[in-house]
């Protein structure tokens, strides 16, 4: 039997009022619906920052509230080549200068400037998402360095300023989420003292700028045909009749984005056939047989490799006469005081 709406009306009357936070009361009562990225029951901690400004709207204190709508967002990317992913903490896709903003549930927490870098320290939290590579990193999966790029935008239609750069160096779980702690540029950076050395090698990295050899006029593309822990075999018509080490302390690459993986090639066979073995530095992980395979030959930095296997003798960065490595090192002259001798 229904009650009197009189008797309804009364009873709601003497109801205590609900005294919790305007946000507290959404996420027991508000649901989002199927075409958000976040469906299901609102939860504020997927935006905290609302919390505050929801509070101020229950405020009867406060009269205007005014505000700028600010999306913070992370591009991160796999280098060498790049492979970008852009995401936002905004609660929908955002597309920005031909680009896609996926949202998801990532943050960053505080940012801290450091005294010997120009840019600061910071880590990122995000959800355990296959769609952020983060999740890559426990345990590591990439071949390459992750680097983090967080902006911070007062506008829905341009992507801001950047507040932070840095590259991921260690990824811990946190409940169900991710935490990784991000580096400055200039904290990660290897640095090498000396810079160059007087030896019977080259010091320049093949393929690098100051060794000036072609990665295009060397670079070998084969099909992987086995895979057996660290022995792989890559078979190609253009493999014929390489010789023996020819591929040693070289590289190679297989897969793209997150399934890309670079290994150090530490001995490679002659050809049999089309077909040359590879020992790797470790095993790949996700590389199969079928799978295609870029592969770049090594150098060992002595004149003969880099003129009979490179043809690069005029930009060879070694010393023949050069017995053993001479470290060079600047000294002080010291200060001589005046009068008589």
Not at 193 to 204: D, E, S, Y
Not at 285 to 294: C, I, M, V, W, Y
Not at 309 to 332: C, D, Q, Y
């Amino acid at each position: 039997m229904e009650r009197h709406p009189f008797i309804e009306g009364f009873c709601s009357a003497c109801k205590p009022a609900d005294r919790r936070p305007p946000w507290q009361w959404c996420e027991e009562h508000v649901r989002v619906d199927v075409t958000s990225p976040l469906p299901g029951r609102w939860r504020s901690d997927a935006s905290p920052w609302v919390r505050s400004v929801m509070d101020d709207f229950a405020n009867n204190a406060i009269r205007d509230i005014a505000g700028n709508v600010v999306h913070p967002s992370a591009a991160l990317r796999d280098t060498d080549p790049v492979t970008e992913w852009r995401l936002t903490a905004f609660s929908w896709n955002l597309e920005i200068d031909g680009h896609t903003w996926t949202a998801k549930r990532i943050t960053h927490g505080q940012i801290q400037r450091s005294t010997r870098a120009d840019m600061p320290d910071f880590t990122i939290e995000c959800e355990r998402d296959p769609d952020i590579p983060v999740i890559h990193l426990v345990p590591p999966a990439l071949s390459l360095p992750l680097s983090v790029e967080v902006r911070e935008s007062l506008s829905l239609t341009d992507t801001g300023n950047v507040i932070a750069i840095g590259r991921v160096q260690s990824v811990r779980a946190s409940g169900r989420s991710l935490v990784a702690k991000c580096a400055s540029f200039s904290e990660v950076l290897p640095r090498s003292v000396p810079g160059f050395l007087l030896q019977a090698r080259c010091n320049w990295q093949v393929f690098s700028g100051l060794c000036g050899a072609s990665q295009a006029a060397h670079r070998k593309t084969a099909e992987v045909t086995a895979v057996s822990g660290r022995s792989v075999v890559v078979t190609d018509a253009s493999l014929s009749g390489i010789d023996a080490a020819w591929f040693a302390e070289g590289w190679i690459e297989v897969g793209a984005g997150v399934n890309r993986e670079v290994r150090t090639v530490m001995a490679s066979s002659a050809a049999a056939g089309n077909a040359v073995t590879l020992t790797l530095s470790y095993p790949f992980h996700r590389a199969q047989t079928g799978s295609t395979a870029t592969i770049l030959p090594g150098c060992d930095g002595k004149a003969d490799t880099c003129t009979s296997k490179f043809a690069n003798f005029v930009n060879w960065g070694g010393h023949r006469s050069v017995s053993r490595n001479i470290t060079l090192k600047g000294l002080r002259t010291p200060d001589i005081g005046g009068g008589k001798k």
